[in-house]
T-cell receptor
């Protein structure tokens, strides 16, 4: 079956660093996406990993280990506006729909 | 650039009526459209996959006669919720794959059935 796990909720303070983990078990693998979603809005693309390693993009970085079925999203220098839901999604095959995890709600406090 | 335009953003309808949600691709041809549903504090759940000119493929547990999907052209896919009930109240969103690993999402539609 297809399964994607990530923590339900996380809290952090402004300026801190937070790591959101995601583990997956899918029938195939064609890349892993991270999205940010504010309540009532469409997901916003953050990152895409298809090869092992770390992808850095400004304050956000994403890591992938295909052998472990594991990824994490690292958010640095947290800001209040980073409070949102973060969705881990896997593409099992090119052209097919993404499989989403349940999302991690991140609350950033001052 | 390429986007998917989804309408309406918000809709309120009475129980028993039908409501149509449209997703239009701008500046690209949406051969495939994925339709998702998201209940509060839950993730996006795939409802169906539609391909232009053919019948949609529905996920297990999704009633094809209740959620009618039409994808008659390369730029328009529609989802019609028929005989809507309060439990159908949800956030509906479409997405279409672009070139490479690009995926375009519509803006989403909030449906409230009263």
């Amino acid at each position: 079956g297809q399964n994607i796990d990530q923590p339900t909720e996380m809290t952090a303070t402004e300026g801190a660093i937070v790591q959101i983990n995601c583990t997956y078990q899918t029938s195939g693998f064609n890349g892993l996406f991270w999205y940010q979603q504010h309540a009532g809005e469409a997901p916003t693309f953050l990152s895409y990993n298809v090869l092992d390693g770390l992808e850095e993009k400004g304050r956000f970085s994403s890591f992938l280990s295909r052998s472990k079925g594991y990824s994490y999203l690292l958010l640095k220098e947290l800001q209040m506006k980073d409070s949102a839901s973060y969705l881990c999604a896997v593409s099992s095959q090119a052209g097919t729909a993404l499989i989403f995890g349940k999302g991690t709600t991140l609350s950033v406090s001052s | 650039g390429a986007v998917v335009s989804q309408h309406p953003s918000w809709v309120i309808c009475k129980s028993g009526t039908s409501v149509k949600i449209e997703c239009r691709s701008l500046d690209f041809q949406a051969t495939t459209m994925f339709w998702y549903r998201q209940f509060p504090k839950q993730s996006l759940m795939l409802m169906a996959t539609s391909n232009e000119g053919s019948k949609a493929t529905y996920e297990q547990g999704v009633e094809k006669d209740k959620f009618l999907i039409n994808h008659a052209s390369l730029t328009l896919s529609t989802l019609t919720v028929t005989s809507a009930h309060p439990e159908d109240s949800s956030f509906y969103i479409c997405s279409s794959p672009g070139s490479g690993n690009t995926i375009y999402f519509g803006e989403g539609s909030w449906l409230t059935v009263v």
